[in-house]
């Protein structure tokens, strides 16, 4: 058993202090913030993570879902999954974040699981989760055993010879099709970072996911207001009906006037090394007819650049029928 330090953090404060402290007094320690504990003592106990100090932020009051003033909304990073899904403020105006967060994992688990948590959430690639495995996401330098190896649910878009792991979070890819902001609370102050750069693609150094700095917190999840007039979806296809990781998702929040897209935001799940925003689809798409066959068109050109690996081609074309059904599902009654 590998022995660890653990403290309890009352404020957010105090949490990093207790982050800058630990990694001085341990010269360097690997420090990790501890709330539902759903994905980090999972890790510990395959071996994948191991802390030298935990501290525990589940009593940090960060646990509220708030109208934003200007509009929109924040959310507290220990707002749990389920009342987050639940909440009719989330329910009216962004539904396809409540959507997200039902198709994943169990009730049990939503009902433990935080906002920043699920944010967070870390790979479930088999080389990555499995120490006797090589992984440059766990161990730099000692290859992606994915790539020549079993593959079949990994990246097709955002992959590098490095790493070719999913984000699994399936609320991360409503988050980006909302635009949300991610606020940081670090050793320097506060910072807003829009989700869409929070996560960072593999590249040539996989192990850096985010880019938080050692010691920061998320503290909140902010929403813009919802655009009037907007619909959206959130479309999960996997192996199983329950309790499964996306093979590809899409979330989709659209606006239609006069049978026309006047505005749309697009991100896919399953297929990305980070929820992937199809910006390029975004731009075409604003201003054509609310149709199947613009939906066929677009879908065509968004997985363009995919690149997929020995056993998971069959992405591409999933991909893009998920697309087209997406955009019909919050376009086709209005």
């Not at 106990?45 to 509220?64: A, G």
């Not at 980070?274 to 798409?285: H, K, N, S, V």
Request: aromatic share 4%; proline share 6%; glycine share 8%.
């Amino acid at each position: 058993m590998d022995s660890f330090r653990y403290v309890r953090a009352k404020d957010e404060s105090q949490a990093i202090t207790f982050a800058r402290r630990a990694k001085t007094a341990q010269q360097g320690a690997d420090i990790r913030y501890i709330a539902g504990g759903t994905t980090l003592v999972d890790l510990m106990k395959l071996d994948v993570e191991r802390p030298q100090t935990l501290i525990d932020i589940t009593h940090l009051p960060l646990t509220e879902i708030e109208a934003a003033p200007g509009g929109g909304v924040e959310i507290g990073a220990m707002v749990r999954n389920s009342d987050l899904a639940h909440h009719p403020l989330v329910q009216r105006d962004y539904p396809v974040l409540s959507e997200a967060l039902l198709s994943g994992a169990s009730a049990q688990l939503r009902n433990k699981a935080t906002t920043s948590g699920n944010l967070l959430q870390r790979t479930r690639c088999m080389y990555f989760r499995d120490v006797a495995m090589p992984c440059n996401k766990r161990e730099p330098g000692s290859g992606c055993g994915a790539i020549t190896g079993i593959n079949r649910t990994m990246a097709i878009l955002g992959g590098s010879e490095h790493c070719v792991a999913t984000n699994p979070s399936d609320m991360n890819v409503a988050l980006v099709a909302l635009e949300a902001v991610v606020r940081i609370h670090g050793a320097a102050g506060s910072r807003d970072i829009p989700i869409a750069d929070f996560h960072l693609p593999p590249g040539a150094t996989p192990q850096r996911e985010t880019v938080l700095q050692p010691g920061d917190l998320v503290t909140h999840i902010v929403l813009p207001a919802a655009a009037p007039g907007s619909r959206s979806t959130y479309l999960k296809l996997r192996d199983r009906a329950s309790y499964e990781f996306a093979l590809v998702s899409a979330a989709v929040v659209a606006t239609v006037e006069a049978g026309r897209i006047q505005r749309v935001r697009i991100a896919l799940g399953g297929v990305g090394t980070t929820p992937w925003r199809l910006i390029d689809a975004e731009r075409r798409l604003t201003g054509m007819p609310a149709t199947p066959d613009s939906y066929q068109q677009i879908a065509a050109a968004a997985l363009k650049d995919a690149r997929p690996l020995s056993q998971n081609g069959f992405k591409v074309a999933l991909a893009q029928r998920c697309l087209v059904h997406a955009l019909r599902q919050a376009t086709e009654t209005v």
